[in-house]
């Protein structure tokens, strides 16, 4: 399969589209994203460690500051993507995306960071749900 997607509280969220593949997304992640409507309304959010983006996503139904940050490359590529689809067209070519998320403007920033290394800003919100799997090593 090329393309694989879950829903969850009405956003679709890829988690795999061709070579980009995350973890399946699962109940670590709805749980968070279940309680972000409590806590993000009008806030400055920052989703650190954003892999898929879901948990930025959510926090852009409630505020429309919120920047996505992850230390891997292909997390940050999907995470647009998924923006893209929530946000900006919903039936979107996947392939045409794949290749040309990175010409595409976005109206939120994207930081490749080791958490905050690359980080210059504050926020009042600040979404993690941090790596509980040692599996993988990363190079930024
Ligand atoms: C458990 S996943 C959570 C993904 C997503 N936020 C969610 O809730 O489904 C952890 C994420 O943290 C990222 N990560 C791991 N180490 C990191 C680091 N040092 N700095 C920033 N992100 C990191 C991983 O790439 C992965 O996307």
Request: overall charge negative; glycine content about 2%.
């Amino acid at each position: 399969m090329d393309f694989e997607y879950v829903k969850h509280n009405d956003l679709i969220i890829y988690y795999k589209i061709y070579d980009l593949e995350f973890y399946f997304t699962k109940e670590d992640s709805f749980l968070l994203n279940d309680h972000i409507r409590e806590f993000a309304k009008n806030k400055k959010v920052l989703d650190i460690g954003c892999g898929s983006g879901i948990q930025g996503l959510e926090a852009y139904k409630y505020t429309k500051n919120v920047s996505f940050s992850d230390i891997s490359e292909e997390c940050l590529k999907l995470s647009k993507i998924n923006f893209y689809i929530n946000y900006i067209h919903n039936n979107p070519d996947l392939d045409y995306l794949y290749k040309n998320i990175e010409k595409i403007n976005l109206p939120i920033k994207f930081y490749q960071s080791d958490l905050f290394s690359n980080i210059n800003e504050k926020f009042d919100l600040i979404l993690f749900n941090p790596t509980y799997l040692p599996e993988v090593s990363y190079k930024v």
